[in-house]
């Protein structure tokens, strides 16, 4: 078992910045991949960033593309997100997730149902 905790989230104004933090504990070692899911209301849950735990290769949404950053804390255990240049439309509940190794033959990393473990989520409102 991987659990995860989201921090980080709060109330901005469009332009501002934010960085999410995502505290993973227990059975990390078993950690392939890492990703940032949002939820906005009335949306179905979408793909945000992804980082791979060993290599660190990153891959984004092209909504977010050039305003965020995920980044790795291998030492502690911890994944985050960089926001810059915040929109209205990031309002969202963020989750952080986990992908282990061979969880899934059918969906990779950027997928919801490739994910082992999720996070209880953040909130991250914009005012405009």
């Known amino acids: 078992q991987v659990q995860l905790v989201e921090s980080g989230g709060g109330l901005v104004q469009a332009g501002d910045s934010l960085r999410l933090s995502c505290a993973a504990s227990?059975?990390?070692?078993?950690?392939?991949?890492m990703t940032w899911f949002r939820q906005a209301p009335g949306k179905e849950r979408e793909f945000v960033a992804a980082?791979?735990?060993?290599?660190?290769?990153?891959y984004y949404a092209d909504s977010v593309k050039g305003r965020f950053t995920i980044s790795r804390d291998n030492a502690k255990n911890t994944v985050y997100l960089q926001m810059n240049s915040l929109k209205p439309e990031d309002t969202a509940v963020y989750y952080c997730?986990?992908?282990?190794?061979?969880?899934?033959?059918?969906?990779?990393?950027?997928?919801?149902?490739?994910?082992?473990?999720w996070g209880k989520g953040t909130l991250v409102t914009v005012s405009s």
């Open positions: 997730a986990v992908r282990t190794p061979n969880y899934s033959s059918t969906y990779d990393y950027t997928e919801e149902k490739g994910m082992a473990y």
């Open positions: 227990g059975r990390t070692f078993s950690v392939y991949a």
């Open positions: 980082i791979t735990w060993s290599a660190g290769s990153t």
